[in-house]
């Protein structure tokens, strides 16, 4: 997750990226900070998921253009506007405002993070190169399950659709673990937010298919769901 802060005052700029980062390291989410204290430095290089955007920024810029030159862009950052005025907040929402947050307020900071993280957290796309070398394009919102199949790995989409690839299931569990997957038995990575159900031994997906727990996996698979459901489901 790539977030970006614009405050031109160090002091509100330090504690909002102490928050992004305590929040990040509580909940071992990957995450990459980037501050500036102007649009302009930021502008050269826009590429981030979350923004959080004074709107009053020194040397008369303003929040708000930046965030409608983002827009016209077609940059799909959100953006969450920062300012002790809250009578500025109704114009934010003109800008496709993510949230407006008063920095006399700065627990607002994790409300908004969680709400993000809810939507955003799959949203991405992850390459593999299937048994013919050609280039794979996996859409995490879209992927149940992954599983062991012969030396390759079977990743099954929720349409039905089955994509075989290179690879070992240990890799791909540590490199989808962030994003909501866990590995559940020595064979299987499941999405954990298409579990209808859960049982000390098994789980059932929301297309039906049971899959066993391992053993080995048991405990690490109960907390993980366990935190799935407590941060993410609603």
Not at 6 to 18: G, T, Y
Not at 137 to 156: A, C, D, H, Q, S
Not at 157 to 162: A, S
Request: net charge negative; aromatic share 12%; with cysteine.
């Amino acid at each position: 997750m790539k977030i970006d802060i614009v405050e031109d005052e160090a002091v509100w700029r330090n504690k909002i990226q102490d928050i992004i980062e305590k929040y990040c390291r509580d909940k071992n989410i990957p995450f990459q900070i980037n501050s500036y204290s102007n649009g302009k430095d930021f502008m050269k290089n826009p590429d981030t998921d979350l923004l959080f955007l004074d709107i009053e920024l020194a040397e008369g810029e303003d929040g708000f253009q930046i965030a409608e030159q983002l827009l016209q862009y077609g940059n799909k950052c959100k953006v969450c506007f920062l300012t002790s005025h809250a009578e500025l907040a109704r114009a934010g929402y003109k800008v496709n405002a993510f949230r407006y947050i008063d920095k006399r307020h700065l627990e607002e900071v994790d409300e908004a993070l969680d709400s993000f993280l809810k939507t955003k957290i799959q949203d991405r796309i992850i390459f593999c190169h299937d048994t013919a070398g050609i280039r794979i394009r996996i859409n995490l919102n879209e992927l149940l399950l992954v599983e062991t199949y012969g030396r390759k790995l079977r990743y099954l989409m929720l349409d039905g659709r089955e994509h075989f690839c290179e690879g070992q299931i240990s890799e791909a569990a540590r490199s989808l673990s962030p994003f909501g997957f866990s590995q559940i038995h020595r064979s299987y990575i499941v999405n954990l937010k298409y579990i209808e159900k859960a049982h000390s031994h098994e789980v059932t997906l929301c297309n039906g298919s049971k899959v066993i727990i391992g053993r080995v996996h048991s405990d690490e698979f109960k907390k993980e769901f366990f935190k799935w459901r407590m941060w993410f489901d609603n």
